[in-house]
């Protein structure tokens, strides 16, 4: 089994930061990229950004990229965003996927483990 929780969501101002956690927990021996993808109302599932098992891969997807940054720290996957805009807003969720160790997947339909995943708005 493989645990995701997501937590740093929240309301912010436009041109503000936040920044979001994902706690991995794998119970099935493996290694696993994880990645951070997020759906807004109405709107598809949108990959933002991935990352190997180690963090030794990493890949921001063009439309975010400049803004956002992912990170790996051990069982923590950090997704920093910077000049929040309103188009922001959507729900955010943490996602993993089986993989070779330097490995990520770049489509959110790769990843088969997902976490409840954590609301972000931004608004003035």
């Known amino acids: 089994q493989v645990k995701l929780i997501e937590s740093g969501g929240g309301w912010v101002q436009p041109g503000g930061s936040l920044s979001l956690s994902c706690t991995v927990s794998?119970?099935?021996?493996?290694?696993?990229?994880t990645a951070w993808i997020r759906q807004a109302a109405g709107k598809d599932r949108e990959f933002l950004a991935g990352?190997?098992?180690?963090?030794?891969t990493a890949y921001v997807a063009g439309a975010v990229k400049g803004r956002f940054t992912i990170s790996r720290e051990n069982a923590t996957v950090s997704l920093q965003m910077t000049a929040l805009m309103a188009e922001d807003t959507a729900r955010y969720y943490c996602?993993?996927?089986?993989?070779?160790?330097?490995?990520?997947?770049?489509?959110?339909?790769?990843?088969?483990?997902w976490g409840q995943g954590t609301q972000v708005t931004v608004s003035s």
């Open positions: 996602a993993a996927a089986q993989a070779s160790e330097d490995a990520i997947l770049v489509v959110s339909s790769g990843y088969n483990y």
């Open positions: 794998t119970q099935i021996p493996g290694t696993y990229a």
């Open positions: 990352i190997s098992h180690r963090g030794r």
